[in-house]
């Protein structure tokens, strides 16, 4: 089975916000989006990603959160326009949310995340309260969507899993139909910043619980949040669990960051589970993608992360 995965999207190029919206910290998001992000991420090239999808259309895709910059109904609307473009049906595309799509604490309340992309987080287990964690079925592979973005203060852009949701990924993880190969979908890394500080402002608070309850049980981690590609193998005391991130879709790269190159990437899964992946990174020269290698993994133990 092939499966693409795409992440931060961070879709640009549509926001003509009224007064109305620009309430809490949405004023230096839309500083911050004239300023540096739309030239960082421009439409133009996030276009060819879903071309890409649509000429060669995976047999499942991964849509890892940020598709939006600021949470406004109209960005939203036009992300999931960009999924209608792939030609997949919705039982082909799993979502969840990012940082971004969870911006304000007045978009998490109106649930405009879930009211544009809730046919894509079904679940064959639904919990009454929350579409998260979600767990799907589909053939050769099953999907464990779990959300870690929610609305935070205007300098951070952290993520956290919950207790009651990782409560919740334990049952999913004893349902019958996560005995196969199974692929479980987070936004924020279940890895650390190198920097504490960093770490702190940016990544996953909970990331040792998510992944020792993930041990043991062959499921490979996909995120994305970080714009770049990394692999990892983490040793747990249950087992072994491969954690990929993938570059955001739009992101420009160069400069100071060039290893942020836009793009995504394809897993193939077989019956016993992950198989080989590959990067297409676009190239603005050749007007083509180039097709790399997966990055080599580090090992890592999880006793040692901090």
């Given amino acids: ?33 004239w300023l540096r992000r739309n030239r960082r991420h421009p439409f133009e090239r996030l276009e060819r990603v879903f071309e890409d999808l649509r000429r060669d259309p995976p047999d499942h895709l991964l849509v890892g959160g940020d598709l939006v910059n600021l949470a406004m109904p109209e960005e939203f609307a036009a992300s999931r326009e960009l999924l209608a473009r792939t030609g997949l049906p919705a039982e082909r595309i799993s979502v969840v949310p990012g940082n971004h799509d969870r911006y304000t604490h007045g978009a998490y309340e109106a649930r405009w995340f879930e009211t544009y992309f809730s046919a894509f987080a079904t679940s064959v287990a639904p919990f009454p309260d929350d579409l998260f964690p979600y767990l799907q079925v589909r053939p050769g592979l099953a999907v464990l969507g779990i959300c870690s973005g929610w609305p935070a203060s205007p300098i951070q852009a952290r993520g956290t899993i919950g207790e009651k949701q990782l409560r919740r990924i334990e049952v999913l993880l004893g349902h019958p139909a ?99 992946g590959e990067r297409r990174i676009w190239s603005p020269d050749r007007g083509a993608f180039d097709v790399a290698p997966l990055p080599a993994p580090d090992r890592v133990r999880l006793e040692d992360l901090r």
């Avoid at 089975?1 to 910290?25: C, E, F, N, Q, Y």
């Avoid at 987070?186 to 992944?211: A, I, M, S």
């Fill in 178 to 276: 996560a005995r196969g190969p199974l692929v479980a979908l987070v936004h924020h890394p279940p890895l650390p910043y190198p920097n504490p500080v960093e770490q702190w402002l940016n990544g996953l608070h909970d990331f040792r619980e998510l992944l020792a309850l993930f041990g043991g049980t062959g499921a490979t981690l996909v995120h994305g949040h970080r714009h770049v590609a990394l692999h990892a193998i983490v040793e747990t005391p249950h087992g072994a669990v491969r954690v990929i991130g993938v570059a955001s879709a739009s992101d420009a790269g160069g400069g100071r960051r060039p290893e942020r190159t836009r793009g995504y990437q394809r897993y193939r899964f077989g019956p016993d589970g992950f198989e080989e």
């Fill in 1 to 33: 089975m092939t499966v693409a995965h795409v992440s931060d999207l961070h879709r640009t190029g549509i926001l003509r916000p009224s007064l109305g919206w620009l309430s809490g910290k949405r004023p230096l998001g839309l500083l911050s989006l």
